[in-house]
């Protein structure tokens, strides 16, 4: 028998496998209740397919501590994007049998690469821009012999998360700089015995071989003009502003590559008919960029430690977001995506009302919990309440089981408002720090002062903006309390949890009306339908509403 294993067995003795099968079966099962864990394998699916289908719904839903997927997350990054820089351009010459000594023809160096942003669905955070503090691109290639131009260097396209506002914090334009240097250059006299355009030596590539002092005596033609692409034309104006809040079909240009330099053949002229002299290749610019996520999901959840935030998104979505019976489990968000299906595994596809583009997911975000006075910065505190304020629909979690859920609410809902409070008292100090003031300002300064700031002038009142201060301002939200909500009472798998719901959905009627306070305490608050959804986010019922309902609120 020993001879007969082996992978041929099932087709040279298709009889004998069926028996070694029907032997091995009652092995396999026993070592399977020995492992519990390998329940959820491929080869217990196989066997009890619906049994197993409910133990991994169950395990994704209750899992241990230990069973989750790390988040790596951020919410802001600042980067300086480096162009490439051109090529070299060759020095070469003509040579051939009988013909020994040919006219010039080195080829042009290969232009930079360039960088270009995309906003794309599927991104949900910038950690991957946060970690690089540069990205640069590709340098063109030098051009070569026998005409032969440099290749052009490798384009870097930086995809975002949609929602991704991007700032731009300081640039370094070397043609810029150089074309400034020229015009000052054109402005002033010429000093005896200068002659112009060969003032920087450091621009121009001698041919292979030569000493450095050969090049510090070689003389040199007036130095061509810098030269910008073509592709330059299409860079976005300085100082770069983007709100890239819709997903974004085509890459867009942000920093074009330099140009490469010029060949040997470009210098040939009746005084110099053998050039042994090329340019360099243009410098790349660079520019530091500062990204801010302005939206960080569709929904998110807001709710008080240990609620059941990340139960309900593991209920929603494939999220394999951390899961524990203490708080702060989650420390940072974690991002899910619900598919709005038709439960029969195709996407759903809806339109945005708002922009027309077709809708067939909705992000979600669970945030880490929320305690009384985090707007002081308690427990995670602010850093916490900024995601609060780039979500477009709060969904409240409350647990049903802890306590009354209406004094939950209310302390959420507090919380929200103070910190609106706070952030409001924030940009008005930020505007005021920024902002210098003369009063009776005279004119003549304007000129000088345009260079490095900007100038308004409202009336008598001049003011000036210094953009020397690199900090940029906070960016403007839409205030929290103007989002549209609704409530997530979760854990109503518990007994007794039956009369706390009811008291909820008795305050949110009294709040229709108006009969109550809004809890925010705040003017122009959102005034939509209120609802509270009642789950069981642990055995995954109820849930189903949700998307729905959100969608909903979406659309409004
Ligand atoms: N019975 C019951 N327990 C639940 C339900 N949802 C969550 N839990 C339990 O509540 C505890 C906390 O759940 P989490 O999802 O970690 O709560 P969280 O709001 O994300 O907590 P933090 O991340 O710490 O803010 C866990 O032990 C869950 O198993 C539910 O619907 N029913
Ligand atoms: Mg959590």
Redesign the pocket.
Same mark, same amino acid.
């Given at each position: 028998m020993a001879r007969l294993q082996g992978p041929l067995l099932p087709f040279l003795h298709p009889c004998l496998e069926s028996t070694l099968l029907r032997l091995h079966r009652p092995l396999n099962l026993l070592s399977l209740s020995l492992y519990p864990r390998r329940l959820q394998s491929t080869e217990s699916a196989s066997l009890e397919q619906p049994q197993t289908d409910t133990l991994s719904q169950i395990s994704h839903l /209750?899992p241990s501590p230990t069973d989750y997927g790390r988040t790596i997350f951020a919410d802001k990054a600042t980067v300086t994007l480096s162009a490439g820089s051109g090529g070299h351009g060759c020095i070469s010459f003509l040579r051939e049998k009988f013909i020994d000594a040919g006219p010039a023809n080195g080829g042009d160096g290969g232009s930079g690469g360039s960088i270009y942003i995309q906003a794309v669905r599927g991104e949900t955070s910038l950690h991957k821009l946060a970690r690089r503090s540069i990205i640069r691109a590709g340098r063109g290639k030098n051009g070569q012999g026998k005409s032969k131009g440099g290749t052009r260097g490798e384009d870097v396209l930086v995809q975002v998360p949609v929602g991704t506002f991007v700032r731009e914090v300081s640039r370094h334009d070397p043609i810029a700089e150089e074309e400034e240097n020229r015009r000052l250059e054109e402005g002033s006299e010429l000093v005896e015995g200068e002659t112009r355009g060969t003032w920087r030596r450091d621009k121009w590539v001698l041919y292979p071989a030569s000493t450095p002092s050969e090049y510090a005596t070689a003389e040199f033609p007036p130095l061509p003009r810098p030269r910008r692409s073509n592709l330059m034309m299409a860079q976005p104006e300085p100082p770069i502003e983007l709100d890239l809040s819709e997903p974004m079909e085509k890459p867009m240009l942000l920093a074009a590559g330099a140009m490469g330099g010029l060949g040997n053949p470009h210098f040939v002229s009746s005084s110099d008919r053998r050039p042994k002299f090329a340019t360099r290749g243009e410098e790349g610019m660079s520019v530091t960029l500062e990204l801010e996520l302005k939206l960080l999901a569709d929904v998110g959840f807001v709710?008080?430690? /240990? #609620? @059941?935030? &990340? =139960?309900?998104l593991?209920a929603l979505s494939r999220s394999r #977001?951390? %899961? @524990? !019976?203490? #708080?702060?489990? =989650?420390l940072q968000p974690n991002i899910g995506t619900m598919v709005l299906d038709n439960s029969r595994g195709r996407p759903q596809v809806q339109v945005n009302r708002a922009s027309g583009e077709p809708r067939t997911q909705i992000s979600v975000a669970?945030i880490? @919990?929320l305690i009384p006075n985090a707007h002081l910065d308690k427990g995670l505190g602010l850093g916490f309440l900024r995601h609060v304020e780039r979500a477009q629909v709060l969904a409240f %979690?409350v647990?049903l &089981?802890a306590g009354d859920v209406v004094e939950a609410l209310n302390d959420l809902w507090k919380e929200l408002g103070e910190f609106e409070t706070l952030r409001g008292m924030e940009t008005n100090m930020q505007t005021e720090s920024r902002v210098v003031e003369w009063k009776a300002f005279s004119r003549s300064t304007s000129s000088a002062s345009a260079h490095d700031g900007t100038v308004a002038r409202n009336d008598e009142n001049i003011i000036i903006e210094p953009s020397g201060s690199k900090s940029l301002t906070a960016l403007p939200m839409a205030p929290i309390s103007s989002k549209p909500w609704f409530v997530v009472a =979760?854990?109503? !798998?518990?007994e007794g949890t039956q009369a706390n719901f009811a008291k909820l959905q008795a305050y949110l009627t009294a709040l229709a009306s108006g009969t109550v306070d809004h809890p925010s305490k705040r003017k122009n608050v959102w005034k939509g339908r209120l609802a509270a959804i009642p789950? &069981? #986010?642990?055995?995954g019922e109820g849930v189903d509403q949700i998307p729905e309902w959100t969608v909903g609120l979406l659309d409004d």
């Open positions: /209750n709710g008080m430690p /240990n #609620a @059941g935030k &990340s =139960t309900l593991r #977001a951390r %899961v @524990g !019976d203490w #708080a702060f489990t =989650t669970d880490p @919990g %979690v647990d &089981s =979760t854990k109503a !798998d518990l789950v &069981s #986010a642990i055995r």
